[in-house]
């Protein structure tokens, strides 16, 4: 059928069509035995029921806007506007693929069908204009071990989205990759002060239900940091993808408890240097690749535990490609060619920064012009004004000399005295 859509399998028309054969066969048995009509007849019926028994049920209707593939478990609802889950799921997929349309909520229970889907192992909802993935959306799939919710702005994914809120710490969920790329919040929704760094570390840490999960990524989202426990509760991930981020420093991010974790994605980001609990860290993951490429590396006296370390170790790829941004003498620099000694921090500023500091010197001067001009066309007044201020001290200074010396000298204190009586 066109589109890969099955309606009923061809076996059930080869077995009827033998049935059918077989009913022509015993009726010329019958015309030509007369004694054994009855019995002929009894039998061809008796076969016809146990071959239209035979025949396999019909598979469920497939929802009017997808296409279906019975041989292949999969129902693919692409690019059809839809605006929520299709009601009338097949119950043999195992494969969904519900991308480019418009869902924007995706409530609690959306999967939750009669029968259930228990079969389904991989979700696709990537591109789908998703705002909101409410608590336990998923917790009616209990195969689902691939789910995909990239490209979506996402303004609310609740802590529960992939446990459900009734779910115990002893309730694993059972996905093993979770894909989370391009799920940056919106312009408008980024000035509300939410934290998409904060809105995933939570729904990746709450319950306790991801400890399965073995592939993550969480690219292009310009993350600026990661919390401290974003990772503590995923002890099986082998695959961290955190490439093309913004990420600046991994100062308070731990990697101490993945301890089966195979590839480190930090490629594209904004790192410019690594510090020493961090390499610790990293080297003591026995079996990790770590991809650090196209960073902005700043080879300075901070530097100097990196370098040591990467002329070290062996689970950098690519290190020899690794290169210095700044400062601008050492840029394009390799940094495991670099000699310690060359490693210094100078007070020299950046060239951006010692622009700024021109523009402030700038406005200060003009400021200062300003201020004189101001001060030299009003300077009769202002010698007036302090001509004024002179004699107003001048004669507050004349009436406190005058009464120190009637003070000082007895004969005019008496003189004083008797001139008051």
Request: charged share 20%; net charge negative.
């Amino acid at each position: 059928m066109p589109g890969g859509c099955s309606r009923g399998p061809a076996t059930g028309d080869g077995r009827l069509w033998l049935a059918r054969l077989a009913l022509v066969l015993l009726g010329w048995v019958s015309s030509s035995s007369p004694t054994s009509s009855a019995t002929s007849s009894d039998a061809s019926a008796s076969f016809l029921a146990s071959a239209a028994s035979a025949q396999p049920p019909l598979s469920s209707q497939c929802p009017a806007p997808c296409e279906c593939s019975e041989a292949a478990r999969t129902v693919k609802c692409v690019n059809r506007n839809l605006t929520e889950v299709p009601a009338d799921l097949p119950p043999y997929v195992r494969t969904l693929f519900l991308t480019g349309n418009q869902l924007a909520v995706l409530p609690s229970s959306a999967f939750a069908r009669r029968p259930p889907l228990a079969e389904l192992a991989t979700l696709n909802l990537s591109s789908s204009r998703l705002e909101e993935v409410h608590a336990g959306a998923f917790e009616d799939l209990p195969s689902l071990r691939q789910l995909d919710l990239s490209h979506n702005p996402l303004v609310h994914l609740s802590p529960f989205a992939f446990s459900g809120i009734n779910a115990s710490a002893s309730t694993l969920s059972p996905l093993v990759e979770l894909i989370l790329n391009h799920v940056e919040l919106p312009p408008a929704d980024q000035d509300q002060n939410r934290s998409v760094e904060s809105m995933v570390a939570a729904a990746l840490r709450a319950g306790h239900t991801l400890r399965g999960l073995r592939r993550l990524e969480l690219a292009s989202n310009h993350f600026l940091y990661l919390p401290r426990d974003t990772l503590s509760q995923l002890p099986g991930l082998r695959y961290l993808d955190l490439r093309n981020n913004s990420l600046v420093s991994l100062t308070y991010l731990s990697f101490r408890n993945l301890t089966h974790l195979e590839s480190l994605h930090l490629e594209d980001n904004a790192l410019k240097v690594l510090h020493n609990g961090t390499l610790v860290e990293l080297q003591g993951l026995g079996h990790v690749k770590v991809f650090l490429g196209n960073n902005p590396w700043v080879c300075d006296c901070h530097m100097v535990d990196m370098v040591t370390w990467l002329k070290e170790t062996e689970i950098v790829e690519g290190k020899a490609r690794l290169t210095c941004a700044f400062p601008e003498k050492m840029r394009n620099q390799i940094l495991v060619e670099l000699n310690i000694s060359d490693l210094d921090c100078d007070p020299i500023l950046p060239p951006s920064l010692q622009t700024s500091y021109v523009f402030l010197g700038i406005v200060l001067a003009l400021i200062g012009a300003i201020f004189l001009l101001v001060l030299y066309l009003n300077r009769k007044g202002i010698k007036k004004w302090m001509h004024n201020i002179r004699d107003a001290c001048r004669d507050h200074m004349e009436g406190y000399h005058y009464r120190y010396e009637i003070n000082a000298d007895p004969r005019l204190t008496n003189l004083s005295s008797n001139s008051d009586v």
